[in-house]
Antibody
Framework: EVQLVQSGAEMKKPGESLKISCATS????????IGWVRQMPGKGLEFMGLIYPGDSHMRYRPSFQGQVTISADKSVSIAYLHWLNLKASDTAVYYC?????????????WGQGTLVTVSS | SYELTQPPSVSVPPGKTTSITCGGSDIETKSVHWYQQKPGQAPVLVIYYDSDRPSGIPERFSGSKSGNTATLTISRVEVGDEADYYCQVWDTTSDYVVFGGGTKLTVL
């Protein structure tokens, strides 16, 4: 069974750094794109970016480029979302989701979400 | 940037059929996917590639596309279908995923 299990909720202060994770199992980690999706409180889904763990090829939505870093560790089949300098506006639930073998597909499996709260 | 337009809300009595639309320029050239999200839960794929249904999704859920509009149709609506629904495409011009703004389905 394919599973994406995300790390737990985080409470951080503005200016701090954070890395959240998405642990995968049940499929070949290097052959499917994994995406990250933000959902701010009471709002809709926003695509952030995708990574292909096989060669670390990435696609970012322009508004997130430079604000976050997406990475993947093939040795442990985990994808990451990393912030260097959190802002209060980063408060949201973040989902990882499996996108398949090629770009342009759907997100067919989702993680359970990680709530990130940034407050002074 | 590419935009998908959904109605903010739709209401339907139990047992009836309802449709949720997703409008976008040249959407007929793109593959449309639909997600259901219940409160406090992660989204679930309910329709992919315009009209295919993942295993485990009831046949009551169907998808179609015509002109500049994709449509998710739910027949014999149940109280358990109450959720937010999002459409999604891959925009080949900007080369990234685009979600619609979401539609809140209320069953009353």
């Amino acid at each position: 069974e394919v599973q994406l299990v995300q790390s737990g909720a985080e409470m951080k202060k503005p200016g701090e750094s954070l890395k959240i994770s998405c642990a995968t199992s049940g499929y070949n980690f290097t052959t499917q794109w994994i995406g990250w999706v933000r959902q701010m409180p009471g709002k809709g889904l926003e695509f952030m970016g995708l990574i292909y763990p096989g060669d670390s090829h990435m696609r970012y939505r322009p508004s997130f480029q430079g604000q976050v870093t997406i990475s993947a560790d093939k040795s442990v089949s985990i994808a990451y979302l990393h912030w260097l300098n959190l802002k209060a506006s980063d408060t949201a639930v973040y989902y990882c989701a499996l996108s398949g073998l090629t770009l342009g597909g759907c997100f067919h499996i989702w993680g359970q979400g990680t709530l990130v709260t940034v407050s002074s | 940037s590419y935009e998908l337009t959904q109605p903010p809300s739709v209401s339907v009595p139990p047992g009836k059929t309802t449709s949720i639309t997703c409008g976008g320029s040249d959407i007929e050239t793109k593959s449309v996917h639909w997600y259901q999200q219940k409160p406090g839960q992660a989204p679930v794929l309910v329709i992919y590639y315009d009209s295919d249904r993942p295993s485990g999704i009831p046949e009551r859920f169907s998808g179609s596309k015509s002109g500049n509009t994709a449509t998710l149709t739910i027949s014999r609506v149940e109280v358990g279908d109450e959720a937010d629904y999002y459409c999604q495409v891959w925009d080949t011009t900007s080369d990234y995923v685009v979600f619609g703004g979401g539609t809140k389905l209320t069953v009353l």
